[in-house]
């Protein structure tokens, strides 16, 4: 199905949603004379149109947005960045002195044989080599934990996707970047953001209860201090 045949499809349920109402409004303006059971089963029957409207059987999240404006997100690309920064900086210094001894060794060469200077530039590149191999270990580790970390947050993301979905009973889930054209009001982005900054919310506060705590006194502190001899007066 066309993203336009999406859209249209939204804008008529939109419109026969409100031509559905206009009855109801003009019925609430009428005096109500109705008998107990017809008022009952008037409001029902308003309470069942309700649901109707909020029920959006095709939805749509932007994955880029969720990842770059939740809380999850944001600590996540704040910590990968601090283990960035950190290789970065490791890196200069590494590199800063690889090129003052490779200049020292430059600076000798007159002073030394030939097989000698040889050696030493033999040795002098292994060690590059050897440098370089762990420098990208470690850039691929950053890299594993940066992956390690975006799964989890997107098998939460995706929990979170499948119980908005439930509540508006939608049966399919689209990315934003799946849809050609469609109505603003089923993209469930913002939702699914404040639904995971809530659960975020949850971890701190658990967090900082934890780290709150008082700790017990050792036990055998508190006998020690029962048992010691007291003086005479």
């Known amino acids: 199905m066309s993203g336009l045949r999406l859209w249209s499809l939204a804008m008529l349920g939109a419109g026969l949603a409100a031509l559905t109402g206009a009855p109801a409004a003009l019925a609430q303006e009428a005096p109500n004379r109705a008998t107990p059971q017809a008022q009952a089963q008037s409001e029902q029957t308003q309470a069942e149109q309700t649901q109707a ?13 969720i990842i770059a404006q939740s809380q999850m997100g944001v600590a996540l690309e704040a910590e990968i960045e601090a283990e960035r920064a950190a ?23 007159k002073m030394m044989s030939e097989e000698a200077f040889r050696t030493r530039a033999a040795e002098f590149d292994a060690k590059v080599t050897e440098v370089r191999a762990q420098q990208d270990e470690k850039a691929q580790a950053v890299q594993r934990l940066y992956d390690s970390a975006l799964e989890e947050m997107e098998t939460e993301m995706n929990t979170v996707l499948t119980r908005v979905a439930r509540d508006l009973g939608a049966v399919v889930v689209f990315e934003r970047q799946q849809v050609y054209l469609m109505s603003g009001s089923i993209d469930v982005t913002k939702a699914v953001i404040d639904r995971l900054d ?8 658990a967090t900082a209860a934890e780290s709150k705590e008082p700790t017990a006194a050792p036990a055998e502190d508190a006998e020690t201090q029962d048992t010691q001899p007291k003086t005479a007066d």
């Open 53 to 65: 409207e909020q029920s959006f059987p095709i939805l749509a999240f932007d994955r880029a947005r």
């Open 198 to 205: 809530a659960i975020q919310a949850q971890r701190d506060a």
């Open 87 to 109: 290789l970065l900086a490791e890196n200069d210094q590494i590199y800063a002195d690889l090129e003052a001894e490779e200049q020292e060794i430059s600076d000798q060469r």
